[in-house]
């Protein structure tokens, strides 16, 4: 890379670097992976080259397909050659600033990526499929590498800090910013903008880092986290249902997955749709809420009432939809209920689950999802046990022989059933 790029220079600790953009050609040009400049073994050379998975592709995509693509700064580090730091004096209104400047490379430098490899490979192999994007710039910051035990511990040092403490973005970060996830900007529309559901309204809905609901809230229906798996479940559901059999379906494919044979509802996720189909699911979703409010006493009386401590409490467990081990498997009950029966209407997909005891104290779920003995909730209890026990509860035909087989041992050992399990029907065992 024989140029002049212009940049900041600054100190951080014991570490002088320099701010500056690069354009993806120059990115893809002069930027080498990580070979021997961490360690003299090959072996642990090896170990941080295949420490790049594929979420490359999902950056190659992102670049691709979005955009209002954003990154933040890839850090470089160079070495050999004779880059030369040009100051630059500049002096506005009286204050004088000696940090900028350019920084002057030869061309024979080695340039290799401290932290942003998934960037750079997805930079790279996204150029091989638009090089019309070799333009674009992204911020780097430069700095000094040597290839001395000193130089390589420095550099492992700082390649260890900024990788081992870089966080992937929380659930709750998605809920709360995400723009491309139709759920995510559902879920928000449900809880800030519809006047049409007031159960997610208010202390309804708690913030909590995991879906469990803390034994000292009395307020709360569920969690934010719950209620975004929730409609992630109708999003599921709406996707294969409804958008796959419109044009709209293939006008996003054309756009954003051109080369792949099919793409499903995380791919979809990934990529804001257009608004006229954003606002159907929001409507269809919307609509599920409204209509499962409609249809359960038990949640308009917990609206009215403005506590949850009838229904989610140590002395009698509650209602199982007040609990995140609940509520899910039920929506995706109801959902494969609905394509099962062919019904169009929530309010007769309802209406049919209006028959099942909710109780925690009650059979299927005491001893189960709930102990009495201590007032506690299961901890090992899967999604698919309870989903595929509210389907039998509603419908065992729409269970396959292998899911009721499955489903009636494992209630039987949640029970500790002492006989012969071939020689009893669950429906038997569930009276």
């Not at 693509?69 to 600033?97: C, H, K, M, Q, T």
């Not at 940090?99 to 340039?111: C, D, H, P, R, Y």
């Not at 009386?301 to 467990?317: E, K, P, Q």
Request: charged share 30%.
């Amino acid at each position: 890379m024989n140029k002049k790029i212009p940049v900041i220079q600054a100190k951080i600790g014991n570490w002088t670097y320099y701010t500056g953009v690069l354009s993806f050609e120059d990115i893809s040009k002069f930027v080498s992976p990580i070979n021997d400049e961490l360690h003299k073994s090959k072996s642990l050379s090896d170990a941080i080259q295949r420490s790049i998975t594929d979420n490359y592709i999902a950056i190659k995509e992102y670049v691709l397909n979005q955009n209002e693509r954003f990154f933040n700064s890839i850090v470089l580090a160079v070495y050999d050659g004779n880059p030369n730091w040009i100051e630059v004096e500049l002096e506005i209104e009286g204050e004088e600033f000696f940090n900028l400047g350019f920084l002057s490379f030869t061309g024979e430098e080695k340039i290799f990526p401290v932290d942003g490899q998934h960037r750079v490979e997805g930079i790279r192999t996204a150029l091989l499929e638009n090089p019309e994007l070799k333009n674009e710039k992204i911020s780097v910051i430069f700095i000094g590498h040597k290839k001395t035990q000193e130089g390589m511990e420095k550099s492992r040092r700082l390649f260890n800090t900024l990788n081992r403490y870089a966080k992937p973005v929380s659930m709750s970060d998605i809920i709360a910013l995400d723009e491309d996830d139709s759920s995510a900007i559902s879920t928000r529309y449900l809880l800030e903008e519809s006047d049409k559901v007031e159960l997610f309204k208010g202390k309804r809905v708690i913030f909590a880092k995991q879906k469990a609901i803390p034994d000292t809230n009395k307020e709360a229906f569920t969690s934010l986290i719950t209620i975004y798996q929730c409609n992630n479940a109708i999003l599921r559901y709406y996707f294969l249902n409804i958008y796959k059999e419109t044009d709209k379906y293939q006008e996003y494919k054309n756009k954003f997955y051109k080369n792949k044979r099919k793409f499903n509802e995380k791919d979809f996720m990934k990529y804001r749709p257009d608004e006229e189909t954003l606002q159907s699911f929001k409507n269809f979703n919307e609509e599920y809420w409204i209509k499962f409010v409609e249809k359960f006493d038990v949640i308009q009386d917990y609206i009215s009432s403005n506590t949850a401590l009838t229904y989610r409490n140590r002395n009698n467990g509650g209602n199982i939809l007040f609990r995140p081990i609940g509520i899910k498997p039920f929506v995706e009950a109801t959902l494969k209920f609905k394509k099962y029966s062919n019904i169009e209407d929530f309010s007769e997909v309802f209406d049919a689950f209006n028959k099942i005891n909710f109780n925690l104290k009650e059979k299927p779920w005491s001893n189960v999802i709930w102990f009495p003995q201590n007032g506690k909730m299961a901890t090992s209890v899967s999604n698919i046990f309870v989903k595929n026990m509210f389907l039998y509860l509603v419908e065992p035909k729409i269970l396959t022989a292998k899911e009721t087989t499955s489903l009636k041992k494992t209630y039987a050992s949640s029970i500790s059933y002492n006989g012969n399990v071939e020689d009893i029907t669950l429906e038997e065992l569930l009276k």
